[in-house]
């Protein structure tokens, strides 16, 4: 946990940033096996000089129990701060809205959470959008600042 908590501000720039694709990430991937779970880290190194990460991670026996996070690489720390999640189907409750269900779900890191002690991001939302690991992975690129190989070609950026 931060000293100071992110405002929700700082985490909605931190989502919006402009990112690179990490390469590898979009074929078909390679996991390592560990503790009866698929896992994979990719490394995120913007411009501005602020680190991000995308962890995958899914049960070998549920392929319905994955994780594909973004987290920030907090400066000068060890610690990654996780401003999104993407979840596979089980039951959630967001305690201090006393609210559960059980669906696909998307964490957000907030300030609101932060401020009792709570992990960052404990809120979740139920959510339709995704079915599985590879269309969260897709889901959490359209959300969080990803922009296409393509966009930084000479033909798309004007730097012909």
């Not at 913007?46 to 907090?74: M, P």
């Not at 959630?92 to 959470?113: G, M, P």
């Not at 889901?139 to 012909?160: A, E, T, V």
């Amino acid at each position: 946990m931060l000293l100071t908590p992110l405002t929700d501000v700082r985490i909605a720039e931190l989502v919006s940033e402009s990112k690179a694709i990490p390469e590898g990430l979009l074929s078909k991937r390679t996991m390592s096996e560990r503790n009866g779970h698929l896992q994979k880290s990719y490394e995120i190194h913007c411009d501005s000089g602020e680190r991000f990460v995308i962890k995958l991670r899914q049960s070998c026996v549920n392929t319905l129990n994955f994780s594909a996070i973004l987290g920030y690489r907090v400066p000068g720390m060890y610690t990654i701060f996780r401003l999104r999640r993407y979840n596979g189907k089980h039951q959630h409750t967001n305690v201090l809205e006393k609210q559960s269900f059980y669906d696909f779900h998307i964490h957000v890191a907030t300030e609101r959470y932060q401020r009792p002690g709570f992990h960052e991001d404990h809120f979740a939302q139920p959510t339709s959008r995704f079915y599985s690991l590879e269309s969260a992975i897709q889901c959490l690129l359209n959300d969080c600042g990803f922009r296409s190989p393509i966009d930084n070609s000479p033909l798309f950026s004007g730097k012909i």
